[in-house]
């Protein structure tokens, strides 16, 4: 199986940016695509964001639109998610996952993976 290792949550305030990287190692990176998703205490998973195995084609979540952005490097096998105009309801635990496919990664199918996480919290 492949692993997949967090970095770059942290403390900030409101209004803040903040970019969390994801470190790919056991498989051939470009062969999947990626995404980052967020849970929090008491509320359920949401995708935040996906990206196809070359970056071509990148989406994010209505609840995000306009202040986050999903890219990747596959010479570094790296995926990144910049956060810009933080806001207390941003609040989780930031996963990355990997899968066969948007939809694989979306529904967390039969052939995606999660990595363990990076806390990001958003308070004044």
């Known amino acids: 199986q492949g692993q997949l290792v967090e970095s770059g949550g942290g403390l900030v305030q409101p209004g803040d940016a903040l970019r969390v990287s994801c470190a790919a190692s056991g498989r051939t990176f470009s062969n999947y695509a990626m995404g980052w998703v967020r849970q929090a205490a008491g509320k359920e998973r949401e995708v935040v964001g996906v990206?196809?195995?070359?970056?071509?084609?990148?989406d994010v979540a209505d609840s995000v639109k306009g202040r986050f952005t999903i890219s990747r490097d596959n010479a570094k096998n790296t995926v990144y998610l910049q956060m810009n105009n933080l806001k207390p309801e941003d609040t989780g635990v930031y996963y990355c996952?990997?899968?066969?496919?948007?939809?694989?990664?979306?529904?967390?199918?039969?052939?995606?993976?999660w990595g363990q996480g990076t806390q990001v919290t958003v308070s004044s």
């Open positions: 990206i196809t195995r070359y970056g071509g084609n990148t």
């Open positions: 996952a990997a899968g066969s496919s948007i939809g694989d990664v979306r529904g967390r199918g039969r052939s995606s993976y």
